[in-house]
């Protein structure tokens, strides 16, 4: 059946608006999660922008309990894409299609998490959708936000394909020093800072092809960053300290 | 937490090209299920557009029976959109705000949808996904297709919102003629034409203001003009007739 009312030889482009910022405990790529769902403590909120910003564009929304954001992986766009890539699904080894991926190195850079909707809240005039569990980078620019309908959402039947998710968890450990400065920011911030940096060491963020070395790695949750070790036995967490 | 890198007064904009053309059995907006995975003898494909029309970039999703499309509700651009709604998840009575419905007329027209995923083919040069189970009209373009990952995807515990789906059908028959118009249809098409308008027409596509008026209704199915009449038994499928 060809499609006549518009050719495939046309080149055909459509601009879009971010609609609102993402405010994330992950304040760089390295540390998060390779899906939404697994960091059950990851906070954020969506910072809802002009013309958006009206509360009446949500009046129901409280109602789900989880909601679905499409994003813009705009941290991604400098390196471009490539037609394959090789998942952390499977170990970083195998190559596979692009779109049988959810690479954020695609072409048109959307991304799609389903998020936990914690509510809404207003604060210095602006309005916010707190959510919980989120995969997202601080800054992410969101294009649309949808409620997650279990009716069509969920598919019972639908088959893993070739991911095979690890249920192992790295053992994480902290030092005295890490476990008080964890004490000390919640303190100060109501932030339980040390069950999001054991829920995201955990899961592993380390590339595939670096699990095998003893070494110390870096990650920045909120305005703090996070030393640890990486050793035969697990994780060990050194330190903390705070960015300006 | 402010957003240093970003300034929410600045107004971004993005630029989006489709990656793909769909082909569907839906030729007009009316008779479109008002979710994916209702109308099971729903057929169509994706046409990849270059530079996306090479099969590496499909490897390996072979193995996914579920597919998610994001795409633009292009035929509803020219409506732009309104802060609130009357989802027919709500009879169509009740407004609701936008963000808390999966209406087309939406800030970006970005769509959702999950769809079945059939296989990948060639024919004239052109590399197609056959997809099942969508709802999405002729023509539209798809800007990004991802695996649809149960491990992430299938929340769960999600709450099912105020979204109330109705399981009950409408009855539908069919007169002598257009029996006959099914059955010359499909010797010719190999299209179950039949089945298809049966699944329609039992998920009533009219719009909730018309439920109780005795009238008589056309849709646009592939390229054949289904008229029926709808009275207090049911829906009574009277004629195709095949368009150029």
């Given at each position: 059946m060809p499609l006549e009312h518009q050719r495939s030889e046309d080149v055909v482009e459509y601009t879009v608006q971010p609609i609102g910022l993402i405010h994330s405990c992950?304040?760089?790529?390295?540390?998060?999660?390779?899906?939404?769902?697994?960091?059950?403590?990851a906070r954020g909120a969506i910072e809802l922008l002009p013309p958006c910003n009206r509360e009446e564009m949500f009046k129901g929304l409280e109602t789900f309990s989880h909601i679905w954001l499409q994003f813009l992986f705009h941290e991604s766009m400098a390196d471009g894409w490539r037609p394959t890539v090789r998942p952390p699904w499977l170990g970083g080894q195998e190559r596979v299609g692009l779109f049988a991926s959810r690479s954020p190195h695609r072409p048109n850079f959307l991304g799609l998490s389903v998020v936990r909707h914690l509510g809404m809240r207003k604060e210095g005039g602006k309005l916010f959708v707190d959510i919980g569990e989120l995969d997202l980078l601080h800054g992410t620019p969101i294009v649309d936000i949808k409620p997650y309908v279990p009716y069509s959402d969920r598919v019972e039947d639908a088959a893993q394909g070739f991911v095979r998710f690890s249920e192992k968890k790295i053992s994480v450990r902290f030092s005295a020093e890490a476990d008080a400065s964890c004490r000390r920011y919640q303190e100060v911030t109501g932030r339980d800072l040390k069950t999001l940096i054991h829920e995201v060491l955990e899961q592993d963020p380390r590339p595939a092809s670096q699990r095998k070395q003893e070494r110390e790695y870096g990650m920045l949750l909120w305005k703090v960053n996070v030393r640890w070790l990486a050793d035969e036995s697990g994780f060990k967490v050194l330190s903390l300290e705070e960015k300006e």
């Open positions: 992950y304040s760089e790529k390295f540390g998060i999660p390779r899906q939404p769902g697994l960091v059950k403590s």
